[in-house]
């Protein structure tokens, strides 16, 4: 299985990107994703979630009502729409692919097998 990350760039504070994964399985509808980030020098953390029917999702406490994230099974792509940016959101995303689990477990960046390549989200103050 192969993800493609896509969307990132350079953006003022208050302004929006939307990045997107693309996955190159057929059973894409099988599993949940989620996108994470990685900061310089920080471990990579938990940005948001949704499960495979994409009638759930989770987020962080501090992009929660900034960001969405939302899914297209029928085009085996999951998107994040990231509004209001601040500059502590300068990171790589991420996206990742695991088996379907209980929402609350989508946060555990070890339980995701597959990967995107990261896409860099930069937001100037």
């Known amino acids: 299985v192969q993800l493609q990350a896509s969307g990132g760039g350079l953006v003022q504070a208050g302004g929006s990107l939307r990045l997107s994964c693309a996955a190159s399985t057929r059973t894409f509808g099988s599993y949940a994703m989620g996108w994470f980030r990685q900061a310089p020098g920080k471990e990579r953390e938990f940005v948001a979630a949704?499960?495979?029917?994409?009638?759930?999702?989770d987020y962080v406490d501090s992009v929660k009502g900034r960001f969405t994230i939302s899914r297209d099974n029928a085009k085996n792509t999951v998107w994040m729409q990231m509004n209001s940016l601040k500059p502590e959101d300068t990171a790589v995303y991420y996206c990742?692919?695991?088996?379907?689990?209980?929402?609350?477990?989508?946060?555990?960046?070890?339980?995701?097998?597959?990967w995107g390549q990261g896409t860099q989200v930069t937001v100037s103050s």
């Open positions: 949704i499960t495979w029917s994409g009638s759930t999702t």
């Open positions: 990742g692919m695991r088996q379907q689990g209980l929402i609350g477990t989508l946060r555990n960046k070890h339980q995701y097998v597959y």
